[in-house]
């Protein structure tokens, strides 16, 4: 980020500016959230699970393309996770849709309230969007079997992860997709 700081715009800047001013607080907190996640399940995963990893054919979902994050080693890709690794993915996949839908958003009513109404379609698809998927994902496994040490420790991996895959989307938009860089920033 500090490398490519120079060539952002300047509301971008100023995000990089405040993540770049938490490191401490930041990585305070994932030392705390992996301490809390003692006890989880560890599976093998998808290990890159987003929207564009999903095929929906006649009402059926089908995950394709299970290689991984690309700029994670195979042994890296190969080791048992948490399954919370794929579930933070794909929720921040919604937050991604939305943003790329308000991006590329053919606009006939430039107005604030169209703005405003626009922005709260998104907030709304994302919340709602979180909301089925926890929702189901925890009715799915409430039968799984785990040991967690801490009473919340599903949601401290939760928070852990996303946390993960969210820095994974500011490194690999920083390198590759600087214009892109404000959606994972404000994640």
Not at 15 to 38: C, F, H, I, S, Y
Not at 52 to 74: K, N, T
Not at 134 to 148: F, G, I, K, V
Request: glycine share 6%; proline share 3%; no cysteine.
């Amino acid at each position: 980020l500090q490398n490519r700081r120079g060539e952002l715009e300047r509301k971008t800047a100023t995000l990089v500016d405040q993540l770049l001013g938490q490191r401490e607080q930041l990585m305070a907190e994932v030392k705390r959230l992996a301490e809390r996640t003692v006890g989880g399940l560890r599976t093998r995963v998808h290990g890159d699970l987003h929207l564009g990893q999903v095929l929906v054919v006649q009402g059926d979902a089908y995950f394709i393309d299970f290689e991984g994050e690309p700029a994670r080693s195979l042994e890296e890709r190969r080791a048992k996770l948490s399954p919370f690794k794929d579930v933070a993915g794909l929720l921040r996949s919604f937050e991604y849709a939305a943003a790329m839908v308000m991006r590329n958003a053919q606009i006939s009513d430039s107005s604030e309230a169209a703005d405003l109404a626009r922005r709260a379609i998104s907030d709304a698809y994302q919340q709602s969007a979180r909301s089925v998927f926890l929702e189901a994902y925890r009715d799915a496994t409430a039968q799984m079997p785990h040991a967690w040490k801490d009473a919340n420790g599903a949601d401290a991996a939760l928070a852990l992860f996303s946390l993960e895959k969210t820095a994974y989307e500011v490194a690999y938009e920083a390198e590759n997709r600087p214009a892109w860089l404000p959606v994972p920033l404000q994640g």
